[in-house]
Each structure stands twice: as structure tokens, then as C-alpha cells.
């Protein structure tokens, strides 16, 4: 019974912060476009047409709502179960810090490097208050971490995962339902660890996400369709970040067997947006380029080169996304370990990136 409560309270936190974005977003979108607030087309950009571009600003209010009032309600109930620490508040306060310069950015503009050093800041505040990587278990050949290294890698992995979620936000729905994989499975893994605060956290924000895909992919435009922003891309950048870090050492604390299957599923999660990252940001090295000049080298610009739309490259990342997801599993349980499986990972990506760059060639 007490199994059953515990799982309607997290059904209760994602019906409130969809209903609650699903409720909110069409008054966000007059007012963008009572106020001009768009996203306008431009050589680099997919769409053709001015797009509200505030969408995602309604993510920390949606995720606030849902968690404040499930708490709440479950109060009487499972409340010693909760621990808001002083990593908690650091994290509202760095998520807070990132859903503002977001919010600016979406507004006035900013540049690239200004929004990179606030971010640094608050990646800074993760490592400060010992929340930070200290073993990868076998990922890439790495184990137990020092803290002079964990402290740099712990931010350095912040930043990446902000920045991947930003600039893979380039198509309709991609984001979005990448985000809402990535925190629903966080959500049941926290939930099993009865770390239920971190669940309400993921499945909340899952819930404002989801709500945002609907008006993102199936809103007309001229009416109720609008772009995630700057504020959505790299407010969900940071909570993923968060919780990418957080599960490994929730799971660590209480001393449960094979540590290393939590580092594989955060690992899992958040690998297709950050090695995209990664890749981009080395051919633009290679070919003597800013790092932080855009450009269409991304994932989705690739495979739309082939001819694809919007709604195909979608289900093509998407698929990629579940497969490697599968095939992580299958390694993992024939006891293969995270050195090979995350080179297998890399070998696949670039493979089907080879792949893909082999038939545009070819058209």
C-alpha cells in the first residue's frame, strides 16, 4: 500500500506541473506576441517564420508549483524521507542564477562568452558544497577521482551538459522529448532509492517539459506554437546536470551493490547530447573556428542534410537514443565493463554520424 501512495504523489507532481504549463503556456505566447518577443529566421536556424521564443521560461515555475504542492500534500506522509541539504539550496540558487541569464539572453541578448562565464559560476557551486564527481567506475578508463581533478571535471561536466541541451534545442520537440526521457528515468531511479525529493524534482520538470512539447511541436504558427529560449534550454541543462551527478553519490551513500550501474545510467542519459557537443567543438578547433560562433554541425543539421524533415530527424535521434540506451543494458549485464561500454558508445556514434555524412555525400 504504502508502494502505491508513494507512486500517486509522483503521478500528482507531473499532472500538476502539466496542467499548470499546459494552462500558462497560451498566455505566455500572447503576450509574446503582443510584445514582439521572437525568435526571428536566419541562415542558421531551420524555421522560416517569427516564433514566440519565451516557452521555455514557464520550466522553473511549472517544476516549483508541481513540487511545492505534492509536498504539501504528502507531508504527513513520507516527510522524513525528505532531506533539503545545503546541495539543495545551492542547486536553486545556481538554477535560479541560469534561469535568469537564460531569461535575459531571450530578452535583450547576450553574448555567448558572458553567458559562459555566469554559467562557470554556477557550475562553481556544485564542487563547493561537495557535490561533485569522485569516481567514474571505468567510464573512459577512469576510476576513483582526487578532489584537485574532481573539483575542474565536476564543473567541466556542468557546463557540457548546459550547453548540450542548449544547442541541441535546434529542431521542433528535440529537446524537449530528449528532456523528458532523461528525467523520467531519473525520476524512477531517485524513487527507487527512496530518495523521493530528487524524483518529485525530475518527474515535475518532466511534466512542465512535456506540456511545452505540445505547444512546440503541434501549435500553428501565427497562434500557439513557441520555442523553448535560452531560459528553458539551459535551466533543463542544469537540473540534468544536477541530477546526472547527484544519483551516482545517492546511490553511493547508501552503500548499495554495483555503484557503477547508477555512473552508466547518468552516463547513458546524457551521452548523445554531450558527445555531439564534444564533436562539434572539435571540428570547429580543427577548422580554426570560434568555439563559440554557431553554426549547422549539429546532429539534427547533419541528418536534415540528407533530406530529412523536422518531425524524421526527430524520431532518427530519438531511436538512436533508445538504442543505445538498449544496448548499454545488454553490455552491462554481460558484465562487460563501463571502459569497453563507453567506447562501444563512442564507436557507435561516430559510426552513425560517418554514416549519415556518407549518404549526403552520396545525394
Known amino acids: 500500500m504504502q508502494m502505491t501512495i508513494n507512486y500517486a504523489y509522483i503521478i500528482t507532481a507531473f499532472t500538476i506541473s502539466l496542467v499548470f504549463s499546459l494552462i500558462c503556456t497560451p498566455f505566455l505566447v500572447k503576450m509574446c506576441n503582443t510584445h514582439e518577443l521572437f525568435d526571428l529566421p536566419n541562415t542558421r536556424k531551420v524555421h522560416k517564420n517569427a516564433i514566440p521564443r519565451l516557452g521555455g521560461s514557464l520550466f522553473m515555475p511549472s517544476l516549483s508549483v508541481g513540487v511545492v504542492i ?8 513520507i516527510s522524513q524521507n525528505l532531506q533539503i541539504g545545503f546541495s539543495n539550496i545551492m542547486m536553486v540558487i545556481g538554477a ?4 535568469t541569464i537564460g531569461i535575459f539572453d531571450d530578452l535583450k541578448g547576450m553574448k555567448a562568452v558572458h553567458k559562459f562565464v555566469i554559467q562557470t559560476i554556477a557550475a562553481f557551486l556544485f564542487p563547493l558544497c561537495n557535490l561533485m564527481i569522485t569516481n567514474l567506475h571505468g567510464i573512459l578508463g577512469i576510476y576513483e577521482i582526487p578532489i584537485y581533478i574532481g573539483y575542474p571535471l565536476t564543473v567541466f561536466v556542468i557546463l557540457l551538459v548546459v550547453n548540450a541541451m542548449n544547442l541541441i534545442d535546434g529542431i521542433d520537440g528535440l529537446a524537449s522529448s530528449l528532456a523528458c526521457l532523461i ?46 529560449g535560452d531560459s528553458g534550454s539551459l535551466f533543463l541543462g542544469y537540473v540534468i546536470a544536477y541530477l546526472a551527478i547527484k544519483y551516482p553519490m545517492v546511490y553511493e551513500n547508501k552503500k548499495l551493490l554495483h555503484p557503477e550501474g547508477a555512473t552508466l545510467i547518468s552516463f547513458t542519459l546524457i551521452f548523445i547530447p554531450c558527445i555531439d557537443v564534444v564533436r562539434v567543438a572539435i571540428q570547429r578547433k580543427l577548422n580554426h573556428k570560434n568555439m563559440f560562433d554557431p553554426d549547422k554541425t549539429h546532429i539534427h543539421h547533419i541528418i536534415m542534410n540528407i533530406g530529412f524533415d523536422m518531425t524524421t530527424t526527430l524520431y532518427v ?32 556514434y561516430g559510426l552513425f554520424i560517418g554514416c549519415v555524412k556518407f549518404l549526403r555525400k552520396m545525394d
Open 317 to 348: 535521434i530519438l531511436c538512436l537514443f533508445f538504442c543505445m540506451g538498449i544496448i548499454n543494458w545488454a553490455l552491462y549485464i554481460s558484465n562487460l565493463s563501463l571502459l569497453y561500454i563507453s567506447i562501444t558508445d563512442i564507436f557507435i
Open 70 to 77: 505534492t509536498l504539501l500534500i504528502m507531508y504527513q506522509g
Open 96 to 99: 535560479i542564477l541560469i534561469y
Open 183 to 228: 528525467l523520467g528515468t531519473f525520476s524512477y531511479c531517485f524513487f527507487e532509492l527512496e530518495a523521493y525529493l530528487f524524483s518529485l524534482i525530475s518527474i515535475s520538470l518532466a511534466g512542465a517539459t512535456l506540456g511545452f512539447f505540445f505547444f512546440n511541436v503541434y501549435g500553428k504558427v501565427g497562434r500557439l506554437k513557441t520555442f523553448m
